[in-house]
């Protein structure tokens, strides 16, 4: 069944140019679609035609009826006097109405009026169908997912930051258990703990989904389909993000060889057109009519345009050269604001060339951390010293330039001291040209700031390269951007971001702020989210174990020689469980489209590494 159906549809603003030309897609019931494109490029206003926003120029579309439709970019406005906790109620109003119904029938009851009893049981079966006994608990479980704390729950709606309220909005859509999901940038006011909480929201939700994001990670767990809005039009990818890449390379480099074949043609059939011309002037016309012939044959091949790739980033860091063990130095460091402690106690050590990703919830002092090191703040206690030969290079979240009105290329000039011919040259490496150069920094998108400010950095030599959200609210092609600039410097870098592709791409470092300490943990991404699982798992087990077995007199120790023994078997046990895992991520993957073999692959996931956590924990105790 078809939930979402699209046909050529068109839309223009009043700059007369289509921003949708002529886009057709359908989506069926269930379907989890993430929508890409470049910005501007068409995906918000989709969306607002979809809800009925703004009105379509020419084209059809059909929402399947009976389907209840929400749009998380959209923020509805409620009377000032709302908290937050208000409008998360109003996701129930129809279980609260049938309440307030049923307390009337139960007061004429107990004033013995018994002609209302069957309209009680009918409205007290619709109440436990709509979980009317569970509305309190539901509440307190998204709000506590999308980390709506009990604070913010009591604070008034209109008081509340443009993030908070699209968590609260978000919240708000499903506990009403919408039919259709369309999610604009959902990710981009999220910690990492909320967006995982999110992910595994969507991917139990049996509704249809459609995702705008730049949150790659996002779209590799949820989106089994990916439709890309391109020049107004749209192209369909079967699979996740990964898939999509991969497929879109693909299609580049095929589309690239039919036009290098066609260009083959065309100098082939040119060159024959010119010789028989020539010849035909010897005294055939029949020369002259083949020649016609073939060079209508060449306008027909010259329609196929060479495909198109995002230019790619030439430039690159002028790594500073380090000599000594010690690029950053942090001891016994502490911070505080307003009496509350951010962190304390913090020891590290950062050496030439390590790859460090500093993360954790959104307000644990993150940024904190970084402003102490740059020395643009004093910690409460401890020190930071960085080494003698380091030079630091630091890409702050929000962007600012001394002089907004002032052009990028003055910016360039006046900043960076640097001779006009380098100036232009270095502004056209990162794709400023022409009259673009000569527009205020302060008209500049946050992608095209951080390009800049990027341009500037890459002029210096650094042997510490830190950045602050260096992806955040960017598009895709704007994260590859800094992506291609970070890849190859090879000193060492620092960084804080919540994407989780940005993170798994660089990181060979964690450092994981919560609870005002730091856990120091090396490995990738993947690596410190199996061993944070596996953690949790063990926990859980002992907190689930009966009293009377904790209180039971311990077993015996076996000797060296049988606990070398169960060790080596538990230890071939876990590989062989990893084995079982990491087939099952392959199987997992080539299933990314079928959305219920992906349900049964998620079952035996749960069950494999349940098994896998077990055989830790008793490896575990059996090392001790």
């Not at 307000?363 to 030079?391: C, F, N, Q, W």
């Not at 087939?583 to 299933?591: F, T």
């Not at 924990?617 to 059996?622: A, I, V």
């Amino acid at each position: 069944m078809i939930d979402i159906s699209v046909k050529d549809l068109k839309k223009a603003y009043s700059d007369g140019v289509d921003i949708l030309a002529g886009l057709s897609f359908d989506v069926q019931e269930g379907e989890h679609v993430g929508i890409l494109g470049k910005n501007g490029g068409g995906k918000t206003t989709l969306f607002r035609l979809l809800t009925g926003e703004i009105q379509k120029d020419a084209g059809e579309i059909f929402i399947a009826r009976g389907k209840r439709l929400g749009v998380v970019s959209q923020i509805p406005v409620y009377p000032p006097e709302y908290t937050a906790e208000d409008v998360l109620k109003t996701a129930h109003e129809r279980v609260r109405s049938i309440g307030r119904r049923m307390a009337e029938l139960e007061r004429a009851m107990s004033a013995g009026d018994e002609s209302v009893l069957g309209e009680y049981d009918r409205l007290s079966a619709d109440f436990q169908r709509l979980g009317g006994y569970d509305t309190d608990f539901e509440r307190a479980r998204v709000a506590n997912g999308l980390e709506i704390n009990e604070e913010m729950r009591a604070q008034r709606f209109d008081s509340l930051s443009g993030g908070e309220k699209t968590r609260v909005n978000l919240a708000r859509l499903i506990l009403e258990d919408t039919d259709i999901l369309l999610l604009d940038e959902p990710t981009n006011h999220l910690d990492l703990r909320a967006v995982q909480w999110l992910e595994d929201y969507i991917l139990h939700f049996r509704g249809t989904v459609l995702a705008i994001s730049h949150d790659r990670w996002f779209l590799d767990r949820t989106a089994q389909r990916i439709i890309e809005i391109k020049d107004g039009k749209a192209d369909f990818y079967a699979g996740n993000y990964s898939f999509f890449v991969t497929e879109r390379q693909r299609r580049f480099e095929e589309q690239l060889r039919i036009y290098e074949k066609n260009q083959a043609k065309i100098d082939q059939l040119t060159k024959a057109a010119q010789d028989m011309h020539l010849w035909a002037f010897m005294g055939s016309d029949k020369l002259h009519k083949r020649a016609f012939s073939m060079e209508k044959r060449i306008e027909k091949l010259q329609t196929v345009e060479k495909p198109r790739t995002e230019r790619q980033l030439k430039a690159r860091f002028a790594s500073g050269e380090f000599s000594g063990d010690e690029v950053l130095v942090l001891e016994d460091v502490s911070k505080s604001y307003g009496g509350r402690e951010l962190f304390s106690g913090v020891d590290l050590l950062v050496e030439g060339g390590e790859r460090i990703a500093l993360i954790g919830d959104n307000g644990a002092g993150k940024t904190t951390l970084l402003r102490l090191i740059m020395g643009e703040e004093h910690p409460d206690g401890g020190r930071i010293y960085r080494g003698p030969s380091v030079h630091v290079s630091y890409l702050p979240q929000i962007i600012r330039f001394d002089v907004p009105s002032r052009s990028l290329y003055d910016t360039m000039l006046w900043s960076e001291k640097c001779s006009p011919q380098e100036a232009r040259d270095r502004l056209a490496a990162f794709s400023f040209r022409g009259e673009d150069v000569f527009r205020p920094v302060g008209a500049l998108s946050g992608g095209e700031q951080s390009r800049l400010r990027l341009c500037m950095l890459m002029r210096r030599e650094t042997n510490l390269l830190i950045l602050d959200e260096p992806t955040n609210h960017l598009d895709i092609a704007s994260r590859e951007w800094i992506e291609d600039a970070v890849s190859d410097y090879d000193q060492a870098l620092l960084f804080v971001s919540h994407d989780r592709w940005f993170i798994e791409k660089f990181a060979t470092r964690i450092w994981y702020l919560s609870g005002g300490k730091i856990t120091d943990f090396r490995g990738s991404f993947t690596e410190f989210s199996d061993w944070q699982s596996r953690r949790a798992a063990v926990r859980a087990a002992e907190r689930s174990r009966p009293k009377q077995e904790a209180a039971a007199p311990p077993p015996k120790k076996p000797n060296a020689k049988a606990r070398e023994k169960q060790l080596a078997k538990l230890e071939r046990a876990i590989e062989k469980t990893e084995t079982a895992l990491a087939e099952l991520g392959e199987r997992e993957s080539e299933a990314a489209s079928d959305y219920k073999k992906l349900l049964e692959l998620a079952a035996e996931r749960e069950a494999l590494e349940a098994e896998c956590e077990e055989l830790y924990r008793q490896w575990e105790t059996l090392s001790e």
